[in-house]
């Protein structure tokens, strides 16, 4: 199968530290090639992959401080992008609006959407008016997303290179917050939850200008070099280390996050986790299997007590068994081919992927 998979530009596949979908598009797109298939992949010039590479820019806009032009860059490579695809069996784009408004011009091409984050109003008019296939990358994303505009194709859980983490049976140190510093992310409610247990915590995690001043004037006061401690952005290096050597990873997301790849990287370290019940976590998290999916800051610290009770080598398995690349790649092959098939089947929301509080609804 020729697939031209499409990553944003705004970071380099993979990503040097913060990026979770373009981890997931290099593993993605090297499990493709492995199992055969034939991929040229759209993505910054600073990029690695055993695909062909076609860059637009030579490097990721994340960090480059010197353009001011970012979004015209994003645009020019949408349609550098869709320039050649009659020539492909399949678009995946993972780069959101800006392909999906493209694909007008070339209607005839099959596009699967992969959608990386939930969407918002302004870009509502693109959907209403998006004729292709997309799909979700958890069942409570899928609640999300809206009922007119292309056809829901199914949902493929994001995944891990889990034999690229270091796997630990006897997990006995710190707290860990990884993430990104910002308050749907609640670092500062992991900060209230080791102080109240007594455990040391890091904190990992990158500051986006949007989020300095949260980081400045709630997170940044409660550092104190000792029992919570700030270690900036992890790279791939440093984040195995951390979630190998903690106690417990500690999620307090005030969101609705479509997955949460940090979940399912910390469980294949055998490091339990413990998240509130929000978005997709307890698609991820197994609770008081791999962890404990709480309601709020009394319950996750409670949970704490009870981490010894879960069991690494269960955690790993998890992740091994759900999770793991060649199983998303196997799952995204058999939605191309559904695609190009013209074949859509009616998809119903198994009730073990929903919290038990919403297990009566059934999305189409």
Same mark, same amino acid.
């Given at each position: 199968m020729r697939i031209l998979q499409i990553a944003p530009l705004w970071e380099t596949v993979p990503p040097p530290a913060y990026g979770g979908t373009e981890a997931v598009v290099h593993l993605l797109v090297e499990e493709l090639v492995n199992q055969g298939h034939d991929v040229t992949l759209c993505a910054s010039g600073d990029s690695r992959t055993s695909a062909v590479l076609q860059a637009s820019y030579p490097r990721s806009l994340r960090t480059a401080d010197d353009i001011v032009a970012k979004d015209l860059l994003s645009w020019h490579h949408a349609a550098l992008s869709m320039a050649d695809a009659r020539a492909y069996d399949i678009v995946h784009n993972h780069a959101g609006e800006q392909i999906m408004a493209t694909h007008h011009l070339v209607p005839d091409v099959p596009m699967l959407t992969t959608m990386h984050?939930?969407?918002? +109003? =302004?870009?509502?008019?693109v959907w209403d008016q998006y004729a292709g296939h997309f799909n979700t990358i958890s069942w409570a994303q899928r609640r999300t997303m809206p009922r007119s505009g292309g056809t829901f194709a199914g949902v493929v859980h994001n995944a891990v290179d889990?034999?690229?983490?270091?796997?630990? /049976? =006897?997990? =006995?140190g710190y707290l860990l917050f990884l993430s990104r510093i910002s308050p749907e992310k609640g670092p500062h409610l992991a900060v209230e939850v080791a102080l109240r247990t007594g455990y040391p915590l890091v904190i990992a995690g990158k500051v986006d200008?949007?989020? /300095? /001043?949260?980081?400045?004037?709630?997170?940044e006061p409660l550092i104190d070099g000792s029992r919570i401690r700030f270690v900036g952005?992890?790279? +791939?290096q440093t984040k195995r280390a951390l979630y190998r050597d903690a106690l417990a990873l500690l999620m307090p997301i005030t969101w609705d996050e479509p997955f949460g790849?940090?979940? +399912?990287e910390a469980q294949a370290c055998g490091t339990p986790v413990i998240t509130f019940n929000r978005? +997709? /976590?307890?698609?991820?998290?197994s609770d008081q299997r791999t962890g404990f999916v709480v309601a709020d800051v009394d319950g996750m610290a409670a949970a704490v007590s009870r981490v010894k009770e879960i069991d690494p080598a269960f955690c790993r398995d998890h992740i091994a068994t759900h999770f793991d690349g060649p199983i998303m790649a196997r799952n995204y092959v058999r939605l191309y081919r559904s695609i190009i098939e013209g074949r859509h089947p009616a998809i119903t929301v198994p009730a073990s992927q929903l919290p038990d509080q919403r297990r009566s609804a059934q999305v189409a």
């Open positions: 984050c939930l969407i918002t +109003a =302004d870009t509502r008019v889990v034999q690229s983490f270091p796997f630990r /049976a =006897d997990n =006995d200008p949007v989020d /300095a /001043a949260f980081f400045r004037d709630t997170v952005e992890a790279d +791939a790849l940090v979940l +399912a978005g +997709a /976590a307890p698609e991820i998290v």
